[in-house]
């Protein structure tokens, strides 16, 4: 869709460099995507197989999830730091239901689990008017703590409920149930952000908060769903492990927090809000899992790729200062 | 002293922001110890003056020369270091930490890192005694009043041994017990030898604490005079004028029997003390007064951006809900004064941006029809003679063109009341032009027109009929023959102790 009206603005150096960082963003994460994809395939035979990319999905199914629930946070403005505790709290959730009350009951209590937390976490940066890093960080000890009362520290183990592990280790034309819910989430993520009129609200509020509201657009309902989306997401995610391990922890999600949030950012979408997009976050976080994956097919040290990953994230903040300054 | 008693020479100073000249080729004498006033019009250039002398702004032509010696400062800390400070409109204080550390504030005395907390309350104490007037030294800023803060920045200048003070529009947002203390505190620096530069448009308090009157219009100086000569009437009289190359589209008045399409009675909220007015369907009305006379809240209290209480607000035949999407649902739409904070979304497609305020239409089942979507905003921005392409980004868009796409996202919310504060702001010749025709067009087209600006020449230009306000209220409706420009600035001013509150 590039329609341009009768008379096109002529470009000046100004606007010519304008481009070039909107070309930045726009691309972005694509490229070293593909150029770690083709040296991966170069130097490691099994990388091509397709078992390798279908575990890939399977194992980065929980964290595209909720990354691109996680999208929509951060362009409405906001950041969600409690994914990890939802995660962890709903697994245990789902799995110990489960075991007593049958998977349907675990599935849907987990997603009301992180539905609760969402809506709370809204509530609380929306009503409350609490800063979103606080709120959510102060909200993830609280549902990491009811997580660790509930479970009493212990691994929650369901056995004899094999209708529990289908729910993500089904296979589907070669792919597990959890990797084609990934690819669902991914696509109906992009297209709310792209071709609905929430779409466009999440970006309005995130990208100037006050022109938004004048311009019509009721932005705290807004944000208050984007953190009802990243909270069920984050539960989804909880389910999905679990059943595939047919075991939950609540303290599992620990790390999962900041890897989302690197995914995200590697992605291209901004920590200040108002730009990003749902398909670039599946590539930013495939990005970091082909790191990884590298890593380990050629054997390097995996303290090398914690330093690699922190450079890669460095640059892609960098990047995305880099494109928003304008004289 | 200087030799010829003259402490800043202002020699044919220029600047222009963006197209538009702000000052043209303005000397000023400013004579030592003495409270020199620059007056005039918003717009006229006098806040412009103060900050180039102050080093806030850095003119484009013409030279500086304190005590006859030529200087140009950088920043307002190179100025500070030669003697000039600038107590602003806003305070520039940090309002957690106390009256004698704000005072100090980067000039602590020190030892090895460490501020010498005995020595700066003695230093303190010496300032204060010199100033004349008494503030508690451990007293937390924040919690003071806006006159005792501004207070606190007085002394800081006195504490950096400022012999040339800057006062741009002090009294603007004191009660007059306040403001009589201000005078107080102005006499008593002149008399201790100090340089006062007042810029203010309180007539009657430039006649009463200045020895010297520089009248400033459309940038240029009127004259420098003494102001024992003269009066409000003079002062008036030579703030007015017109400039030139400015045409308007001809006035299509509306029938008189057009119906009220906006209706505001008793609005009270944050800067508005009771405000009524209406305006008809086809009708331009004119909002004129000064800055600070509460236009703006007015706006943007009728529009629902701010909480406010009112014992009749209808837009057409029902009340309005409260809240903006509720007042564009009502078909009342604004274009916020300042489009780059309220209005536009400048990293986003020029194509979103106008369709934000609509975009429930464009859409099926909450899915944007894209195409439908391209189109609407198309015809919009033909019709607001905008030249910029769907995917551009505003921030690569020149203000004319910036604000056309503000006036395309009203009109494909389809108003009956658009509210246009200062929609030529920052705006150039052609596209000012441009937007008149605009709002002349849509006013023609039966959209009742509320115009804020604070050129009274575009108001008489383009409205049908005006009202002032001053201090949060309505105080004079104008119509006719009685739409003048001394008019208009004589109920601005006032004529009596003008203090807000």
Known sequence: ????????????????L???????RKGGIVIPFIVVFIILSFISPSFLRFQNIANILDQQAGIIIVAVAGTLVLIAGGIDLSVGAIYGLAGATAAQLAAWMGTPVGIAAALGVGLAVGLANGLIVTKFRINALIGTLAMSFVVSGIGAIVTQGNLVVVLDHPDFQQFAATRIVG?????????????AVSVLLSRTTFG??????????????????????????????????AALAGTIDASRTLSAQASAGSFLTFTVLTGIIVGGTSILGGEGSGPRTVVGCLFVALVANGFNLLGLDPFYQQITLGIILLLAVGTDAWSRRLS | MAPDGVHLDIRGVGKSFGGTRALDEVSVAIRIGSVHAFVGENGAGKSTLGKIVAGVIQPDQGELVLKAEPVSFGSPREALDRGIALVAQEVALVPQRTVAENVFLGAEPRRFGFVRRRRLLERFERVVAGAGFQLPA???????????????????????????????EPTAALSAVEVQ???????????????????SHFLNEILELADTVTILRDGRVVRTAPAAGETEDTLVAAMLGRSVGRTYPPKQHPPTDADVALRVRDLTAAGVHGASLDVRAGEIVGLAGLVGAGRSELARAIFGAVPATAAELTAGAAPLPGGPLGSIRARLTMIPESRKDDGLLLRRPVRENVSLASIRAFSRFSLVRRRLEAKRVREALTSVAATSALETQPAALSGGNQQKLMFARALLAQPRVLIADEPTRGVDVGAKRDLYRLIVDLAAGGVAVLLISNEVEEILGLSHRVLVMRAGRVVAELEGDRMTEEAILAASFGRSLVAAG
Request: overall charge positive.
């Open chain 1, 175 to 187: 792919l597990t149930s959890a990797a084609w819910m990934m690819i669902a989430a991914a696509i």
């Open chain 2, 138 to 168: 451990n007293a937390v800023v924040g919690s003071l009043p806006l006159a005792k803060q501004q207070q606190v920045e007085i002394l800081r200048a006195l504490a950096r041994d400022a012999e040339l003070i800057v006062f741009d």
């Open chain 2, 181 to 199: 203390r201000f005078h107080e505190i102005v006499r008593s620096l002149a008399g201790s030898g100090r340089t006062v530069i007042l810029v």
């Open chain 1, 1 to 16: 869709m590039t329609e341009t009206t009768a008379a096109e603005a002529t470009p000046t150096g100004q606007a010519i």
């Open chain 1, 18 to 24: 304008a481009r070039l960082r909107w070309a930045v």
């Open chain 1, 200 to 233: 466009r609200y999440v970006y309005a509020t995130g990208g100037n908060a006050e022109a938004a509201r004048l311009g019509g657009v009721r932005i705290n309902t807004v944000q208050v769903a984007t953190y009802a989306l990243s909270g069920m997401a």
